[in-house]
Antibody, heavy 122, light 106 residues
Framework: QLQLQESGPGLVKPSETLSLTCIVS??????????WGWIRQPPGKGLEWIGS???????NYNPSLKSRVTIFVDTSKEQLSLKVNSVTAADTAVYYC??????????????WGQGTMVSVSS | SYVLTQPPSVSVAPGQTARIICGGD??????VHWYQQRPGQAPALVIY???DRPSGIPDRFSGSKSGITATLTISRVEAGDEADYYC?????????FGGGTKLTVL
């Protein structure tokens, strides 16, 4: 059963860059016919889509975050990565990586990681 | 941008039926997915493509769509169903989530 595990710094200072990774176990990003996504959830709030990625294809970003966000894959480690530049307190959230059911962007996210909490504070 | 609207909360007694609505423009033309998020846990898919259930999801969970709304129905509600529920669609290269509905089991 494919599993996802996010990891990150826990605490980031304002204006710095947040870097997160998502390890894929019992599966592959590069060999699958699935898309992959990052979603975040500020404390006590709802889900916010950050971006979606298909290996060998395109990446789509939330327009509200597009100028500060990059999603990419470390193919040697089968890790999905997320970078968010110039963070502020508004970026404080639990960050999830998730797998799309298939290669259609309209497919649901069928597998989610447990999430990693990131706080932005000086 | 596309918006999905959900009621903030729904309450139901154990054994009764809960219905959670998700409204959006032209939602009839989109695939609607539903996620359950128990406190302190990651979201989990409970309905995809309007009305299909992933393996392992009990048949007490069902989905439907009509007009400008999609509905998640939970029959014979149990205490363990108490959670936040989110609808989700894809619209023109944007992934949109509803604001979430907190289901309280009385």
């Amino acid at each position: 059963q494919l599993q996802l595990q996010e990891s990150g710094p826990g605490l980031v200072k304002p204006s710095e860059t947040l870097s997160l990774t998502c390890i894929v176990s019992s599966g592959s990003i590069t060999m699958s016919n699935n898309y992959w996504g990052w979603i975040r959830q500020p404390p006590g709030k709802g889900l916010e889509w950050i971006g979606s990625f298909f290996y060998g294809g395109t990446t789509n970003y939330n327009p509200s975050l597009k100028s500060r966000v990059t999603i990419f894959v470390d193919t040697s480690k089968e890790q999905l990565s997320l970078k968010v530049n110039s963070v502020t307190a508004a970026d404080t959230a639990v960050y999830y990586c998730a797998r799309g059911q298939g290669r259609s962007w309209a497919d649901a996210f069928d597998i989610w990681g447990q999430g990693t909490m990131v706080s932005v504070s000086s | 941008s596309y918006v999905l609207t959900q009621p903030p909360s729904v309450s139901v007694a154990p054994g009764q039926t809960a219905r959670i609505i998700c409204g959006g423009d032209n939602i009839g033309s989109k695939n609607v997915h539903w996620y359950q998020q128990r406190p302190g846990q990651a979201p989990a898919l409970v309905i995809y493509d309007d009305s299909d259930r992933p393996s392992g999801i009990p048949d007490r969970f069902s989905g439907s769509k009509s007009g400008i709304t999609a509905t998640l129905t939970i029959s014979r509600v149990e205490a363990g169903d108490e959670a936040d529920y989110y609808c989700h669609v894809w619209d023109s290269y944007l992934w949109v989530f509803g604001g979430g509905t907190k289901l309280t089991v009385l």
